[in-house]
């Protein structure tokens, strides 16, 4: 009667972890697709003077730009984001 019990309880793990790989395989499926996205187009370009404070007693001349790009991973199209900021020297004015 134990060798049953060992076997049902065996069974019925088994089934669990088929169930389990069933329900997660689909989420996985495309993880590997690469997304397909355009080149990088400039969004909006500021200049600013903020710290840190230079050797002259100016603060920082830095550019600001914003760059987006549209995406495509097969099934839907989203558009991602990416800030840089160059640091441009001394400002010309306190």
Partial sequence: ?????????CLAVMAL??????????MNVNAGVEPRCGEWRVLTADYTCSTPVCHTGNRTHFLETKYYRTCNDGEKVYTEYDIKKTDLGCCPYN
Avoid: G, I, R
């Fill in 1 to 9: 009667m134990k060798n049953t019990k060992k076997q049902k309880s």
């Fill in 17 to 26: 972890m088929a169930v389990a790989m069933v329900w997660l395989f689909p």
